[in-house]
């Protein structure tokens, strides 16, 4: 079945690093946009990243801009995500999510944006020293 | 850049219709997405493009928009429909595009 698997998540110190992994599985990787999502405790859903199905465009939220980065390798069905200079409120669990291709969807520069039709079960992050 | 902004709570009585707002500066201009989130659960897309429903969602999970408010209405309410519910779209209000997510709505059956 269509399935996604995040790991990585754990307790990590202020400005240290951290890298997350998302497996994913039941269909073709390669075919389909990929993002990161997170929540932080008791707050609700925050866009991280999306990477392109052929790892060619990547963008990022404002506050993640210049430290975090996406990555995909198609070869391995596998989506990661590398945290650098992690700070307190980047605390949250950490979900990878597949962008559907289902529907009109909302047209930029060329390109259509569609919702997220799968998820993982989530990763956590706690940056606290 | 841009805002979705949703009631914080909703409650409503089981069997009962309820529906809930997501406002926007002409959000009829974009595809909305909602999404149910269950405590400690991942969560789940139930209404598309507006108003179309991915493949295994029941019929009582509708949507729609107008103007600047993007509505969605759920019928005959279940206890086990209690959950976060939350808009989403798609913004570029700078050089490239990013996801924008609503504060979410707590439904609470009662």
């Known amino acids: 079945q269509v399935q996604l698997v995040e790991s990585g998540g754990r307790v990590v110190q202020p400005g240290r690093s951290l890298r997350l992994s998302c497996a994913a599985s039941?269909?073709?990787?390669?075919?389909?946009?990929m993002h990161w999502v997170r929540q932080a405790p008791g707050k609700g859903l925050e866009w991280v990243s999306i990477?392109?199905?052929?790892?060619?465009?990547?963008y990022y939220a404002d506050s993640v801009k210049g430290r975090f980065t996406i990555s995909r390798d198609n070869s391995k069905n596998t989506l990661s995500l590398q945290m650098n200079s992690l700070r307190a409120d980047d605390t949250a669990v950490y979900f990878c999510?597949?962008?559907?291709?289902?529907?009109?969807?909302?047209?930029?520069?060329?390109?259509?944006?569609?919702?997220?039709?799968?998820w993982g079960q989530g990763t956590t992050v706690t940056v606290s020293s | 850049s841009y805002v979705l902004t949703q009631p914080p709570s909703v409650s409503v009585a089981p069997g009962q219709t309820v529906r809930m707002t997501c406002g926007g500066s002409?959000?009829?201009?974009?595809?909305v997405h909602w999404y149910q989130q269950k405590p400690g659960q991942a969560p789940v897309l139930v209404v598309y493009?507006?108003?179309d429903r991915p493949s295994g969602i029941p019929e009582r999970f509708s949507g729609s928009s107008s103007g600047n408010t993007a509505t969605l209405t759920i019928t005959r309410v279940e206890a086990g429909d209690e959950a976060d519910y939350y808009c989403?779209?798609?913004?570029?209000?700078?050089?490239?595009?990013?996801?924008?997510f609503g504060g979410g709505t707590k439904l609470t059956v009662l």
């Open positions: 999510a597949r962008e559907t291709t289902s529907g009109s969807g909302t047209y930029y520069n060329g390109w259509y944006y569609y919702g997220l039709d799968v």
């Open positions: 989403q779209v798609w913004d570029s209000g700078s050089d490239y595009p990013s996801m924008i």
């Open positions: 039941g269909f073709t990787f390669d075919n389909y946009a």
């Open positions: 002409t959000i009829r201009s974009r595809s």
């Open positions: 990477i392109w199905y052929d790892g060619n465009n990547k």
């Open positions: 493009d507006d108003s």
